[in-house]
């Protein structure tokens, strides 16, 4: 694994630290902005992938079967690895229709232990799934780091609903891993041709919107997320055209509505953005102009929500001219 996934989830917990201790605030935007800054491109190595398709298919099929004939739906401690080692098939019937939809099914059934939860959460987080290549140039790996992420948004909802099992500890340590995935994660695609999607930032608007429903997360801990997630996305060079900016405006909505102090506090992650393109110039380039539109589209997306806080409705109608 990058060692610079172990520096980053450091710096991360370094800057938590800090922000709970009053050290930092106002310059948590461009604190972050630092960090992922400071990752450098590894070199691209081999993505080790399923290459049972079919095989997946019918054993997936087969469990679908025996569930439906159950009075309780349960499922083996094998048989839920071997469903997620396949998260990390290319082929979206194998991982999106056959994966994730069968484990959305039997977290809506309750259908896991105690024990098969705390493995959930656990093997989810391995820097090799979360994290899996992620400092490399684009690779197949985006599709299990990513789908990682979205089936820890639905453990989260599923633990604070039903299940009461999580720890505070457990969701700060889940909070922290995320803010660095998002610090790393530079891949944006949407829908990935005969793949399916990849979707991180979807994904990533997910568990975001459920932390900020935990409620042992202090304000600071939401602060530091919310921060993050705008940060990370002023640097995806991709077009993030496939709802994403939906999806992770209506997460800063609903966290700014909560309470003042997460408006103001996101006000001042756009004014951060704000001050950066004051003296930007316009630049030939494909990633400047995406990530231009990006924010267009963020921005916009914000200002269609009826319930976006008066403060945040002024500062956006203040910088207008500049988007």
Aim: with cysteine.
């Amino acid at each position: 694994m990058d060692s610079q996934v172990e520096t980053t989830i450091k710096k991360i917990r370094d800057l938590r630290r800090q922000l709970h201790q009053g050290k930092v605030f106002r310059s948590l935007p461009n604190d972050l902005r630092q960090i992922i800054t400071a990752v450098e491109p590894a070199a691209p190595t081999p993505v080790t992938l399923p290459d049972d398709d079919a095989a997946a298919l019918a054993k997936i099929g087969e469990i679908e079967e025996r569930l439906k004939a159950e009075k309780a739906m349960q499922v083996s401690d094998s048989e839920l690895r071997y469903l997620i080692g396949h998260l990390a098939s290319t082929s979206p019937a194998v991982r999106d229709k056959g994966v994730f939809f069968l484990l959305s099914d039997l977290f809506q059934a309750d259908a896991f232990t105690e024990k098969q939860v705390a493995w959930l959460f656990t093997t989810l987080q391995r820097k090799d799934i979360l994290f899996a290549h992620i400092t490399e140039p684009q690779n197949d790996a985006v599709f299990l780091r990513s789908f990682a992420v979205m089936l820890l948004s639905g453990l989260v909802y599923a633990d604070l609903n039903r299940y009461h099992l999580l720890t505070p500890r457990q969701f700060e340590n889940l909070l922290v891993n995320l803010c660095a995935y998002i610090t790393l994660e530079k891949d944006g695609r949407g829908y990935v041709a005969e793949k399916g999607w990849a979707h991180a930032y979807t994904h990533i608007g997910n568990l975001a919107d459920e932390l900020s429903q935990v409620p042992s997360l202090t304000r600071g801990d939401k602060l530091l997320l919310m921060a993050t997630v705008v940060e990370g996305w002023q640097t995806v060079a991709d077009s993030l055209v496939f709802g994403e900016d939906q999806r992770v405006s209506s997460y800063l909505v609903n966290l700014a509505t909560k309470n003042q102090f997460y408006a103001d506090a996101l006000v001042m992650c756009l004014t951060a953005w704000q001050q950066r393109l004051r003296n930007l110039k316009p630049q030939e380039d494909l990633a400047f102009w995406t990530r231009w539109y990006n924010r267009s589209r963020l921005l916009e997306a914000l200002l269609m929500r009826a319930d976006l806080p008066k403060v945040v409705v002024d500062y956006l109608q203040k910088i207008i001219d500049a988007y």
